[in-house]
């Protein structure tokens, strides 16, 4: 069964912090590649950061380099993107995502998932 469970989003103020969790099931969380993924008002959804879950290398968009830190908790089955220095065009929905797929160069890009969860909103007020 495939299942993803976000949380931890929330109202904050620019310059603040918060931790989204994903809770993935047993199965999923073995995919070769897990995400962070938004969806700002009127915008595409975009990759926010992504990492291989065989050797833990991770990847970020520009726009968050230095402030995001993807992570994941093997004995929980547990995805965590810790947001810092928030900014209001972080402003979105947060999706977690999971896919299988061979190159890198996808990492970021949300067509290449195939598991989704319903997301957690993120608000940021100047």
């Known amino acids: 069964q495939v299942q993803l469970v976000e949380s931890g989003g929330g109202s904050v103020q620019t310059g603040g912090s918060l931790r989204l969790s994903c809770v993935a099931s047993?199965?999923?969380?073995?995919?070769?590649?897990m995400g962070w993924f938004r969806q700002g008002p009127g915008k595409e959804r975009e990759g926010v950061a992504a990492i291989r879950s065989a050797v833990g290398s991770t990847y970020y968009a520009d726009s968050v380099k230095g402030r995001f830190t993807i992570s994941r908790d093997n004995a929980k089955n547990t995805l965590y993107l810790q947001m810092n220095s928030l900014q209001p065009e972080d402003t979105a929905m947060y999706y977690c995502a999971a896919g299988d797929f061979l190159s890198a160069i996808q990492a970021l890009n949300p067509a290449r998932y195939m598991y989704w969860g319903q997301g957690t909103q993120v608000t940021v007020s100047s």
């Open positions: 047993a199965n999923t969380f073995r995919r070769a590649y």
